[in-house]
């Protein structure tokens, strides 16, 4: 068994769809997948088709991290392997879209009260 997605250290984002693909010569009609990092198993994401494809939502739950791998295993256990490691990053937190005409206008008004401040000086 080789799994083919991942490159070393390529790093993927929680809440985002990561596709795990791999080849085998096992008949086996289901493979077990688990998220590890070491020797523990930080997540033990289930049983499915070995049709060489599972995507899988990183839940929000997992911790960002450094030196994660899956590891896949025939549920027949006549092929197993590790991935090559990769990161975990946190979900970049986005501004409220209500929060964005908020942002202008202090940006507006920041400008119009310099602004006026510069044409006083100017006047003097």
């Known amino acids: 068994m080789n799994i ?7 790093s993927f984002t ?3 769809t990561m596709n795990i693909t791999w080849e085998t ?3 086996c009609y289901k493979v077990n997948i688990k998220l590890m990092k070491g020797d523990i198993t930080i997540m033990d994401i289930g049983s499915v088709r070995n049709k060489g494809l599972f995507s899988w939502d990183i839940p929000s739950s997992i911790r960002p991290g450094i030196d994660y791998y899956f590891f896949i295993n025939a549920t027949d256990n006549s092929a197993s392997s590790n991935s090559q490691t ?3 990053k ?4 986005q501004i409220s879209s209500y929060n ?3 942002f202008l ?3 507006i008004l920041t400008v119009a009260v310099i602004s006026k401040k510069k044409l006083q000086v100017k006047k003097r």
């Open 14 to 16: 929680l809440s985002r």
């Open 25 to 27: 010569d096992s008949t």
């Open 90 to 93: 946190p979900k970049l937190k």
């Open 4 to 10: 083919t997605s991942l490159a070393n250290n390529s």
């Open 86 to 88: 990769f990161t975990i």
């Open 100 to 102: 964005i005409p908020l």
């Open 105 to 107: 206008i202090s940006i």
